[in-house]
């Protein structure tokens, strides 16, 4: 999850250069004990959430191996998620984040990377009514304090219950689960980044990490220091974030949504005054 949700590290063992990851590497020995979700699955379609203050994200496993009795159930929420980039004004999924060939507790499929504002979780809440999830998923696993705020509301609009993850050990488990087994190049570092010309992005070797800091940047900002697997501490943090940045680029530029404020920072200059 780039920008709001993105992830950034740099060793605590002198590395100088800017290490910017949205996931880490772990050796197969160090997280071989690591449990992913609750003990019991539900039935298919599997999906997890971050409800956070400024964004939601959505997590939608796509089983690549369905029987024929699966398939008659998640046929419909299937073919709309993934026959479409964009969900109502303002949801988007991030094709360009999609994971392939992926085994979750046996199962093989891909994940599909959604957002849209936490501010329209109610047309969330309605159009999921509308696309039949209520009638075919009954337990989401949420992490991020939304998953507090919304429990009522979606278990009364949805008839689907909440299993919450702490949001910091879902933060360090999915680092290690992405890096660690599916996607080890999302980590890299930007060499001479001060430099237009001689900026190079390179991959960093994370094989023996520990310990190293860790920068959540949500709609506010943690710090951790991780020492070891599962061994980690919150050092500080400040409400400062996402939520910060969207606000300020509405005032600003009038924009009116994230989408828009990411789209003009990706046209800015941050050398021009």
Known sequence: MIGIGAFQICSAEGETNFTKMSSSEQDTDQVS???YGPEELPPMPWFGM???????KLVYFEPTDTTEEEEQRVSNIRKYLTNNLAYGDQGHRDQQKQME????????????FIR???SVMRAFLDLAKEKGMADTISTVCATGG????????IRSELNMSLHKFDELDSLISGIQFIEAHNNRRELYYWHNPSDDNEAVKKSYDFSNPYPFILVN???GVSILSVRAPGQYQRVCGTSLGGGTFLGLCCLLTKCSTFEEALELAARGDNKKS
């Open 217 to 219: 940047i949500g709609s």
């Open 146 to 153: 939304g998953a507090y705020k919304f429990e009522a509301d």
């Open 33 to 35: 004990n690591v449990k």
């Open 101 to 112: 060939d992926l085994v979750i507790r046996n199962r093989k499929g891909r994940l599909h």
């Open 116 to 118: 849209f504002p936490t």
């Open 50 to 56: 971050d409800i956070g203050g400024t964004l939601v």
